[in-house]
């Protein structure tokens, strides 16, 4: 995972519940499944409460991910010129890479906000989201295409990347602390983490995401409240 380390630590049953599920998935004791969501719901308790409905962690990701949808419509819209334009991306455009361009891309969608904790865990979550999306793509003319023949489940999927990983973005100390500095397998660990993660907002919420359009008002709101959504699974 990434480096932001955002969601200091605090004391407290919740977050002891998360850490020592995290240390037993780490160790390999138990179940993967039982041990994630025990983690789960301890984060979810330690960091839902009422802040990720007053700005600690929820309202960034919704910024981002309703301006990633609407981008998406914008490149079905005007194409490849037209994206460039609005992207402000003149004559530079014949040197213009790839990685330029999803550097681009993040500015526009991150809103030029990038001052608290969750600006940052919703920045390198769609940073993330984009790197992967765009890994078969060679030129920027192939992520034109890619965007432009996005179905409404791939949108979906990756919406549900973008949680995931906002998700755990935001609470990078714990999983620094646990399993990055710790860990003989890190990695292996937090794939197995995000796996299941995936799996389950996917059959827990995923039927009531599918059919709709997020570029509507009411797929708007979906996005407003999607992290809390989400979260709510595993706090009771």
Request: include cysteine; glycine fraction near 8%.
């Amino acid at each position: 995972m990434g480096t932001s380390q955002a969601h200091i630590l605090k004391s407290g049953p919740n977050w002891s519940e998360a850490k020592r599920a995290v240390t037993n998935i780490a160790k390999n004791n138990g179940k993967v499944s039982s041990n994630c969501s025990k983690l789960m719901h301890g984060l979810a308790n330690a960091i839902g409460g009422n802040s990720y409905t007053s700005g600690s962690l929820g309202h960034a990701g919704a910024r981002v991910s309703k301006n990633f949808v609407g981008f998406i419509g914008a490149v079905k819209s005007n194409g490849y010129s037209g994206i460039l334009d609005l992207l402000q991306i003149g004559n530079e455009q014949a040197l213009l890479t790839k990685d330029d361009f999803i550097e681009r891309v993040i500015v526009y969608v991150s809103g030029n906000h990038n001052s608290t904790e969750d600006d940052a865990a919703a920045i390198i979550a769609i940073e993330k989201l984009l790197n992967t999306i765009c890994s078969d793509c060679v030129t920027v003319e192939d992520i034109v295409v890619m965007l432009q023949s996005a179905s409404n489940d791939n949108i979906v999927e990756w919406i549900i990347f973008f949680e995931v990983e906002y998700i755990l973005e935001y609470s990078g100390e714990l999983f620094q602390s646990h399993i990055l500095d710790k860990s003989e397998e890190p990695e292996k660990v937090m794939s197995e983490i995000r796996n299941w993660m995936h799996r389950e907002i996917d059959e827990r919420i995923g039927n009531k995401l599918y059919p709709h359009n997020f570029s509507s008002p009411e797929g708007k709101q979906v996005l407003d409240e999607l992290t809390t959504t989400i979260l709510d699974i595993w706090k009771q």
